[in-house]
């Protein structure tokens, strides 16, 4: 059974351009999460789908969104980019009906 | 608001040797809580989890407890092998019908184990 999938590996962008992540869960999940980890740092939420709708999100600034679409792949849309926003930017899946995530290999952000 | 602090930050043992790691939380509303191994450059892996209902368990030479009115649960790792060398987050989650998607994670704790 294939894991969770994101892309790209890496991405590089400059300040005040916009950044987009992509996720594919593990086939059967309904629900993609998506954290942040900055360096040095631990993880922290940033949003919830499940069947196409945000479910929930973290303390982080409108500029940070995404979708989830009909197959249950998500993105997440970051704009107007920050050098803060320099993170690994995890993706996990879940069923709706349990609470354990499993994790991507993340896709590593760099804004210059 | 929830908050999940993590002890040590990080952890040298010997081979063969026992590795422990605490965690304490705030909400207790919370009822689901996993372990995860991060290796450098790699995704964090689920190595075990245990839900409110349950007090230990316990999954080869890895066990994690729980205590709900102390409000901390702990990672306990025997027989160390220089492979258990990673980060490892402790996270708290709130599941079933209260179930909320988010995970607040832990600082870490990196262990080393030296052969």
């Known amino acids: 059974e294939a894991g969770v999938t994101q892309s790209p590996t890496h991405l590089i962008k400059t300040r005040g351009q916009q950044a987009t992540l992509r996720c594919s869960p593990i086939?059967?999940?309904?629900?993609v999460y998506w954290y942040q980890q900055a360096l040095g740092l631990g993880l922290q939420f940033l949003l919830w789908?499940?069947?196409?709708?945000?479910?929930n999100r973290g303390n982080f600034p409108p500029r940070f969104s995404g979708r989830q679409f009909p197959n249950y792949s998500s993105e997440l849309n970051v704009n107007a980019l920050e050098l803060e926003d320099s993170a690994l930017y995890l993706c996990?899946?879940?069923?709706?009906?349990?609470?354990?995530?499993?994790f991507g290999p993340g896709t590593r952000l760099l804004v210059l | 608001g929830e908050n999940v602090e993590q002890h040590p930050s990080t952890l040298s043992v010997q081979e063969g040797d026992s590795a422990v790691i605490k965690c304490t939380y705030s909400?207790?509303?919370?009822?689901?809580f996993p372990w995860y191994k991060q290796e450098l450059g790699k995704r964090p892996q689920l190595i075990i989890d245990?839900?409110?209902?349950?007090g230990e368990k316990k999954d080869q030479r890895i066990a994690v407890t729980l205590n709900k009115t102390a409000k901390h649960f702990s990672l306990h790792i025997t027989e160390t092998q220089p492979e258990d060398s990673a980060v490892y987050f402790c996270?708290?989650?709130?599941?079933?019908?209260?179930?909320?998607?988010?995970?607040?994670f832990g600082q870490g704790t990196t262990l080393q184990v030296k052969p």
């Open positions: 996990a899946s879940s069923t709706y009906t349990r609470e354990t995530q499993y």
């Open positions: 086939s059967g999940h309904t629900s």
């Open positions: 789908y499940d069947e196409g709708e945000e479910r």
């Open positions: 909400d207790s509303a919370s009822n689901y």
């Open positions: 245990i839900r409110s209902n349950v």
């Open positions: 996270a708290v989650g709130s599941g079933g019908s209260g179930n909320t998607g988010k995970l607040i």
